[in-house]
Nanobody
């Protein structure tokens, strides 16, 4: 059974930092691309960052320079380090493990709220 479990969400003040984690089980983690998405109320789910097997990274323009995605294959975990957080970063954040055109798995999401 495949599971992706996100953690690390919470309430943070504008300008603050937060690190999300997503621990995977039931898959050969190193064979998968990984991504973080987010969805704010009334908005579509959007891609925040992705990382390939070879650790090539891609970021949404809105988070470039503020967020960093990294993977630890020894722990089957992907991280999203978020800095200089803004109220517009408030959303439910989801991780995804995928092999393009073959399969994909999603976590259940973790809430991030940026507010003073």
């Amino acid at each position: 059974q495949v599971q992706l479990v996100e953690s690390g969400g919470g309430l943070v003040q504008p300008g603050g930092s937060l690190t999300l984690s997503c621990a995977a089980s039931g898959i050969a983690f190193h064979n998968y691309r990984l991504a973080w998405y987010r969805q704010a109320p009334a908005n579509q789910r959007e891609l925040v960052a992705s990382i390939t097997r070879g650790e090539n990274k891609n970021y949404a323009d809105s988070v470039k320079g503020r967020f960093t995605i990294r993977r630890d294959n020894t722990k089957s975990t992907v991280y999203l380090q978020m800095g200089s957080l803004r109220p517009e970063d408030t959303a439910v954040y989801y991780c995804k493990a995928f092999r393009t055109g073959i399969e994909e798995y999603w976590g259940q999401g973790t809430q991030v709220t940026v507010s003073s």
